[in-house]
């Protein structure tokens, strides 16, 4: 079975589709996003799916994603922010190359504001964010081959940086 030639993890904003995109493009691979898949199979932003089915139903689908990406897609693979948080997502995930796009509040801020329907930030968007990332960082660590941060670089200049990381050639 294939895997993935690069899996980005990290929180909203850190430049997961963005970096995603130009990192296929440089490899010459395809680029997926588990997020887009789950839209694509439900017919319905995943805000929607928390109101209308719950963060149970949604994870489960998640899961589900993250498992036919994880064997069908040999390209660059970006997981949605929670994703890691499944003991079996993570089990999966062991081994491969991934990558954790470490970002800061006012990068995320700045990069895709925190006033856009994220049904996890619900309430004090950045202090949920902090406290979903307090949640998360052990496990984005522990997952990740490497840890790239994206504080005040552009797409391009992480990509590179992912690149470095994990010494694949640049095209």
Known sequence: ????????????GAGKSSVGEVLAA?????????????????GKPIADIFVDEGEPHFR???AAAVRAAVAEHA????????????????ELLSGLPVVFLDV??????????????????????RARWRELMEQRRPVYTRVARAVVSTAGLTPDQV????????????S
């Open 60 to 62: 489960a689908l998640e």
């Open 1 to 12: 079975m294939a895997h993935p030639a690069v899996i980005l993890v990290g929180p909203p």
């Open 159 to 170: 990509a590179d940086a992912v690149l470095d990381a994990l010494e694949l050639s640049k």
């Open 104 to 125: 800061e509040l006012h990068d995320a801020v700045k990069r895709v504001g925190l006033d856009a329907p994220r049904p996890l930030l619900v309430g004090n968007p």
């Open 26 to 42: 440089r490899l010459g691979v395809g680029f997926r996003d588990t997020d887009a898949d789950i839209v694509a199979s439900v």
């Open 75 to 90: 390209g660059v693979l970006a997981l949605g922010g929670g994703a890691v948080m499944r003991a079996e997502t993570e």
